[in-house]
């Protein structure tokens, strides 16, 4: 599985002949464009988690022609953007649905802001988990009374991904969370079978390295934690190698 950084909780996965897009509101290393006009794959699948202008974006229509379906989140089908995009070749999404095409099957979680959680399982047998927005959104300063419910909302959402197996899980790690930014990661990483991890939604702020308590409660995951758009990594065995 190639795995290549777009941009905030963007990425474009490669599985054997299967392109996954996450979340591509913006490419600035023209990874997409580049993959699209190869044309070597059989089937392109575009995902959007929510409608929030840093997850989706119109540009992506211009994949129209190549792509086999897009796959949205059901808020985004409220909002004016999405009529450029052509009606039949859009599947929307509720929260806790399912839906199968040619390659893949995909599940949906809810999220602890707007839309939802992507479980994507190829014909491979290769299942990615992209958490969209889905986070413990502790935010320092915040009302006693927000945080709490923060809380409630991630530890029920949780409750319903326990056991959850993945080979790979995209998950916020926010710097804007400041001390607070491991707490969701952590809680995710032990209540699930996750392999890897991607560390995501890092604008603005350096590569994260895990703190010494996630060290001690977490068992040795492999990590990558990418910065630069166009940043590559082969995953193999549960390892991320480097292809920068």
């Known amino acids: 599985m190639e795995i290549i950084y777009l941009l905030n909780s963007g990425f474009m996965i490669r599985d054997e002949q299967t392109l996954l897009v996450f979340d591509d509101y913006?490419?600035?290393?023209k990874i997409v464009d580049r993959a699209v006009n190869k044309g070597n794959f059989e089937h392109l699948y575009i995902f959007a988690s929510h409608a929030h202008f840093d997850h989706f974006d119109t540009h992506i229509r211009a994949y129209a022609k190549q792509a086999t379906r897009y796959i949205f989140s059901n808020d985004i089908k409220?909002?004016?953007?999405?009529?450029?995009?052509?009606?039949?070749?859009?599947?929307?999404m509720k929260k806790y649905s399912e839906w199968q095409g040619e390659g893949i099957k995909v599940w949906t979680y809810d999220s602890t802001d707007v839309g939802v959680s992507f479980l994507v399982e190829t014909d491979s047998g290769a299942r990615i988990f992209h958490a969209g927005?889905?986070?413990?959104w502790h935010w320092e300063g915040d009302k006693p009374e927000n945080q709490i419910l923060a809380k409630k909302d991630f530890d029920r959402q949780l409750k319903r991904m326990k056991g959850?197996?993945?080979d790979v899980?995209?998950?916020?790690?926010?710097?804007?969370?400041?001390?607070?930014?491991?707490?969701?990661?952590?809680?995710f990483i032990k209540n699930t079978e996750a392999k890897s991890l991607?560390?995501?939604?890092?604008?603005?702020?350096?590569?994260?390295i895990p703190?010494?308590?996630?060290?001690l409660e977490i068992s040795p995951l492999p990590i990558w934690s990418p910065v630069t758009?166009?940043?590559k990594r082969l995953l193999i065995d549960n390892k991320f190698i480097s292809r920068d």
């Open 198 to 208: 991607v560390a995501m939604h890092r604008v603005g702020f350096p590569a994260w």
């Open 133 to 136: 927005d889905f986070n413990w």
């Open 169 to 187: 899980a995209f998950f916020p790690v926010d710097g804007r969370l400041r001390s607070s930014q491991e707490l969701g990661v952590t809680e």
């Open 211 to 215: 703190s010494y308590k996630f060290q």
């Open 164 to 166: 959850l197996e993945v």
């Open 26 to 29: 913006e490419d600035p290393a």
């Open 229 to 231: 758009p166009g940043e």
């Open 78 to 92: 409220r909002t004016k953007r999405v009529k450029n995009f052509p009606a039949e070749d859009i599947t929307f």
